[in-house]
């Protein structure tokens, strides 16, 4: 039996943010919602293309309709040939459509008379939940040509991406004439960029999780950041929040900035007009710092603002931090995440990698002090450089 997809309808459903099971099935029960409106767009957008890959992979025509256990055949054969990233968000994006599906024909018989069709809708339902449960107890790790190998070396094995193509670290010597171009000659949205950048390889933050940091001036030498764990909805993060406390002056500097950079785009945005901070704000910076890498060198070095999170585990490790330290300070709920998939040690700017040190020490490369004084972020000009003195996991100093 196929699948009836509205798709209008099922991306409006007003009980569209949940997570639909067997416990939650009677008609009108709201399930408990697990997944932000944002995920579910990204959801959304991801299984509407890919309803195309599962025809191509069936070799059957647009006006043939498809039924769940095709979408399980497809994501259990897509193992092989996706990288476990991709794969992983696919199952995601499908799960959500199939909890969705099902409470939508759910609601749709509440009011329904007529038995027979009752007991057909009450069937696919059956059939979707059915095929749901195959499609969660998938793992990427038991795809025959996956066992026994990481990720990383699967990938190694598949087509490049493009993705592939951004740096995971940044050069300090590109860094400071970027810095210097931007900072003399940059446009509004390059200097965001810089701004932006050099606050993640001060904190480890993700882009998007600068859009609802929180910021608690402490004294005048500390100040604490809240953040909001970006992937806390999906099991992938340590937490909902996580807290920092920052006492070095620079690191200081940098976050104040960016801050006030995103409380000022704020405050210029349209009050009745929704505006996705990721495809706006953060996208712009990427953007300006694309733009500013070719005039200032003559190409792109393909420097992005996550390049200098990249940068920030690698500097972690450069200076001796422990996996669960650095997994915090990250906001993953694994250790081995960062050690994967993130910058490497040998691409860390700290020259004293033999012993251990503060957080903050690590970003500072050892014979950079003096050029990080002389090109500061713009503002106003730094006098020292001071580190912190302890870390806890619950509160960690940078």
Known sequence: MGIFIDWIKLENQPTGNNN??????????????????????????????????????LSIGEDESINSEDINRWLSATRSSYRASTWRFARAAFSNLLEKAALYLSNSIIDKTDYKVVEETKKEISEIINSLEKIKKLKWSAAPINIGKTTAQRSKELPPKSSSNKKKFVEPD???RLDEFIRHSGSDWQRR?????????????????WENVDMQIINEHTIKLIVINAKSTNGRANGLTRELIINNEVAMKAVQEQVASVINWKANQQKDKEVDFRKTYVASCAN??????????????????????????????????SKEIIAYLMGHASELTAGQHYGKKRKGYSSISSRRSDAMAATIPKDFSEKLLNFPIPGQPVRSLSGSKQQTKSELSI
């Open 193 to 209: 960029g810089l701004i932006l950048s050099w606050a993640m390889m001060f904190t480890g933050l993700r882009p998007c999780e």
């Open 288 to 321: 300006g710092l694309r733009i500013a890498q070719i005039q200032c060198f003559g190409k792109s070095y393909n420097i992005t603002p996550y390049s200098f999170r990249h940068q920030f585990s690698a500097n972690m490790k450069s200076s001796g931090q």
């Open 20 to 57: 639909f099971s067997v416990a939650n099935t009677t008609p009108g029960t709201p399930a408990q919602p697990t997944r932000t409106s944002r995920t579910e767009n990204d959801y959304f957008r991801y299984t509407k293309n890919a309803i195309g890959l599962i025809r191509q992979f």
């Open 174 to 176: 590109i860094l400071f």
